[in-house]
């Protein structure tokens, strides 16, 4: 029994409306598997043995499996994220060697091959072994060598594998997280290769570091600014998954991973970020966007109860950060779909998901069809191409540097129009720790 009815859903239609011919998908969440060589052929000698390889690991009756291997710790491939090709009935923790692997995961050759076959033009892909953003090497005991192996990867990704076909591969990359002014140096470096998107967590505080909160990310803010390059937040990113009863499936836990976006949508919407950085581009990934409405609704309704007492901005309310400043995407979210002029019908993209197990390949194009069936041509071109070419300043002939910063800017590349920490100073308020502070010494009082 059907209990929704979605207006603008595939659903109770006699026909569906095909995507144009004209429409080129344009992916902006999917993976690469790293090959062996990726740090192999760009590391010192020196570095070889406790930088990220491959080790074969024995399997009782079974090959032995491929972890990467990484200052002595082990870091195995999940079959989840390399299935592409496979039907739900066969997932599962396999594949765990690379030759059980369709080639497409972890060759940019073989990928533009299954994009066609996928109806898929540009993907951006994100890391597997760094993590969503490298906190794999935010881990790491040498810095040094920690900040080697983030060059590397960033290398690949650009020199090799988004160079494979610069017009059908969205270029990012990934940073030194310990430190802002290696971040700052890495992403005017890549910046001047074309790169596009930089991965960050949702969550920082959850990886031992500073808040969205603090200035203490305010040089990357600027960075980003300057550069035209997108901060891409892959649900999840920020280390820590929501948690269970571990009597649950995983079921629960794969449910629920789009929440660390809505937590980060609303971190953010409250935080000084977007006031003092208003050409910031914030990108949500795979955490849907059928929860953006209600979301932003409900930060509005407490901005007009609460921003007198706390340390909010008075006249500036959370939804025009949002629809200035974020984005979001989808595989499948009829509601979403159906509610897309309420989230802003310039803030949605589309995903593919390519090679992990919500992928549909190899027919998204035909998923995306389906899911679009009675959307307009004009919004439906928006959502699967037009917006991720303004989000990401990627025009028709590809990622150069010299076409980032001719793109789309959220303020239009104007300053911000009021001094934040001024507005702030005149208002007070206090802030969340403070308040419970405040409650806490109350409750402690004694006659």
């Given at each position: 029994m059907q209990l929704f009815y979605y207006p603008n859903s595939r659903k109770g239609r006699d026909r569906a409306m095909p995507l144009q011919p004209s429409m080129k998908l344009l992916s902006v969440d999917d993976h690469l598997i790293e090959p062996p060589h990726v740090w192999s052929d760009r590391l010192p000698k020196k570095y070889l043995h406790d930088g990220p390889r491959i080790v074969e690991f024995p399997r009782e009756g079974k090959p032995p499996m491929h972890q990467w291997v990484y200052e002595g710790r082990s870091y195995p491939n999940i079959g989840l994220n390399a299935v592409a090709g496979k039907s739900p009935e066969e997932f599962g923790v396999d594949p765990v060697r690379f030759d059980d692997m369709i080639p497409g995961c972890y060759d940019p050759k073989a990928r533009l091959t299954d994009m066609d076959v996928d109806g898929v033009h540009a993907m951006l892909c994100f890391p597997s072994f760094p993590r969503f953003c490298g906190t794999v090497f935010l881990e790491g005991t040498d810095k040094d060598l920690a900040l080697l192996c983030v060059q590397a990867w960033n290398d690949f990704s650009l020199d090799e594998w988004c160079a494979t076909d610069p017009a059908r591969f969205i270029p990012m990359m990934i940073s030194p997280l310990w430190d802002t002014q290696l971040m700052v140096a890495e992403i005017e470096r890549n910046a001047a290769k074309g790169c596009r998107a930089l991965g960050l967590p949702d969550n920082p505080m959850n990886l031992g570091l500073p808040s969205f909160h603090t200035p203490h990310w305010d040089p990357v803010w600027s960075a980003l600014e300057e550069t035209n390059m997108t901060a891409v937040m892959h649900f999840g990113s920020g280390g820590m998954p929501p948690s269970t009863a571990p009597e649950a499936p995983f079921a629960v836990m794969v449910t629920l991973m789009g929440t660390t976006s809505m937590a980060a949508a609303v971190e953010l919407v409250f935080s000084p970020v977007f006031h003092k950085h208003p050409n910031l581009k914030v990108a949500f990934s795979e955490g849907g966007i059928g929860w953006m409405p209600y979301l932003v609704e409900r930060a509005d309704y407490v901005w007009r109860k609460h921003k007198y007492y706390q340390n909010i901005h008075p006249t500036i309310a959370p939804s025009e950060l949002f629809r200035r400043n974020i984005s979001g995407c989808f595989i499948e979210d009829e509601v979403g779909v159906s509610m897309r002029h309420q989230i802003g019908i310039d803030n949605i993209t589309w995903e593919c998901d390519y090679p992990h197990s919500d992928s549909f390949w190899p027919k998204s194009r035909a998923r995306a069809e389906e899911m679009l069936a009675s959307v307009p041509d004009e919004d439906a071109h928006k959502i699967v191409e037009l917006n991720a070419r303004r989000w990401y300043a990627f025009p028709e002939e590809g990622f150069k540097a010299s076409?980032?910063?001719?793109?789309?800017?959220?303020?239009?590349?104007?300053?911000?129009?009021?001094?934040?920490?001024?507005?702030?100073?005149?208002h007070g308020g206090v802030g969340y720790g403070a308040f419970i502070q405040n409650l806490a010494d109350q409750m402690a009082n004694k006659e």
């Open positions: 076409t980032a910063d001719s793109g789309w800017r959220p303020n239009d590349g104007n300053p911000p129009e009021y001094d934040y920490d001024a507005v702030m100073s005149d």
